[in-house]
């Protein structure tokens, strides 16, 4: 049974004529016989022409003409937008706020791969869509039904995306500005780089606003949310989006130079391209960014305990010396933000690699569930591997917080559970 029904009345044309307002009391009235009493969202989705404005406990609606419209109209919530990216958006704000996922849309059946298409663009496979044709007719009361529309244009998705773009481009930033945190350690005059927090975006739900940069099948934010997201970090940090490249995570070791053949996944990239953004995703996992003044080279590399203990730190630094002559004495290390010990723990098994590694990474060893520091493990790795210990840094400036501890300033896996949000840390050469 669907959580919420969703009328798309966005195609038809209404006029003031008695048997439409017939036409659409009984298309409603069937709609509401059939959802109400199980569905707690009931919504209407159209061109300005069937809009109620609340006054006090009126509803002055342009097709008002007859009381029983004007009640059942009540029963429904009104979303009204010369765009149908404005509208939809708003109805999928609606939705996440019900925190519903199972969707009913009665639409007419010459929209319906159109309404689909709008869809595909703003949801994620989050939510379980059902089409139902909605049948209104009337003698020039309603436009006329046509035929299905099975396939729409290239040309006309293309419109759809940037439709939706444009709209998107409009919205304010929420949660405060956008932030970037960077470390004096990398050459401004060689690098761009930075890791984000999670202020300045325009994902709205709540853990993932505002900055998410990350969508997935199992989250309620759309690629082109993300997309939006990202739009707005490269024009503040200086980047080409066109030319962005995330980590594919593992939680491995294995790490992608750049030029080579694209492995499936990895959590390290390495290049010395200019121009081109590298970023390592983390949310709670430790983005870490790497930069080489002297041979013009970096990496980014995602690491969580898994990658810790499997040294993906030092597999991206060895890629850099590998492949581009870097020496060991220029390598700068910078570890973003991760969880602490002070929030993240292990089972006991996992946490005795961690204090054979040095008893310090460990608190509470003889516990069930020890407190792990990956950042502590990471630093003592890139020191055993060759990283002068000077040319590491995480402790300055906001890197070394708690993402846990820190909700106002980072997303959190471990406090916020599945539907969480993603920061990033980016770094590129400059042209």
């Known amino acids: 049974m669907a959580e919420a029904v969703l009328v798309d009345f966005f195609g038809l044309q209404f006029n003031s004529q008695k048997n439409s307002h017939q036409a659409l009391l009984k298309t409603l009235d069937a709609v509401r016989f059939h959802h109400a009493a199980k569905a707690k969202f009931l919504c209407i989705m159209c061109y300005n022409n069937i809009s109620c404005e609340r006054d006090g406990a009126h509803n002055n609606c342009e097709l008002e003409g007859s009381n029983g419209l004007s009640t059942l109209l009540r029963e429904f919530e009104t979303v009204s937008n010369p765009s149908m990216a404005a509208s939809l958006y708003t109805i999928k704000q609606k939705i996440d706020e019900k925190n519903l996922s199972s969707i009913k849309v009665i639409v007419s059946m010459h929209r319906k791969t159109l309404l689909k298409a709008f869809i595909d663009q703003l949801f994620t496979s989050v939510y379980n869509f059902e089409f139902e044709d909605l049948q209104v007719t ?12 099975s396939m729409i244009t290239a040309q006309e998705v293309e419109a759809i995306q940037n439709e939706i773009q444009t709209y998107l481009r409009t919205l304010p930033a929420l949660k405060g500005e956008l932030t970037i945190i960077t470390s004096p350690l990398i050459s401004a005059d060689i690098f761009l780089h930075g890791f984000t927090t999670r202020t300045g975006g325009i994902s709205y739900i709540p853990t993932l606003s505002s900055f998410n940069l990350f969508s997935s099948s199992k989250r309620r934010d759309p690629k082109v949310v993300v997309q939006e997201n ?10 080409n989006v066109e030319k962005f490249y995330r980590i594919k995570t593992d939680h491995a070791n294995d790490v992608w130079i750049m030029g080579r053949k694209e492995p499936e996944s990895y959590d390290g990239i390495t290049t010395n391209q200019r121009g081109v953004t590298i970023a390592a995703l983390g949310a709670d996992c430790m983005p870490i960014v790497f930069a080489d003044p002297v041979k013009k080279a970096c990496g980014v590399a995602h690491s969580g305990w898994k990658g810790t203990l499997l040294g993906v730190a030092m597999a991206t630094v060895n890629a850099m ?30 946490a005795k690699e961690f204090h054979n590694l040095d008893p310090e990474c460990v608190r509470l060893f003889d516990s069930p569930d020890p407190y792990v520091d990956i950042r502590k493990a990471t630093r003592i790795l890139l020191e055993r591997g060759g990283i002068l210990p000077q040319n590491i840094q995480d402790l300055n400036q906001d890197l070394n917080l708690c993402t846990s501890c820190h909700p106002d300033k980072f997303f959190s896996h471990v406090r916020d559970g599945l539907n969480f949000g993603t920061q990033i840390g980016f770094i590129s050469i400059r042209e």
């Open 321 to 350: 010396v590998t492949e581009y002559g870097c020496s060991l004495e220029d390598i700068i290390v910078v570890l973003g933000p991760s969880v602490g010990p002070c929030c993240f723990t292990l089972p006991r098994e996992s």
């Open 138 to 149: 009337s003698r020039g009361g309603l436009l006329k039904q046509s035929t299905e529309v």
């Open 230 to 239: 990202l739009r707005r970090l490269g024009n503040a940090a200086g980047f």
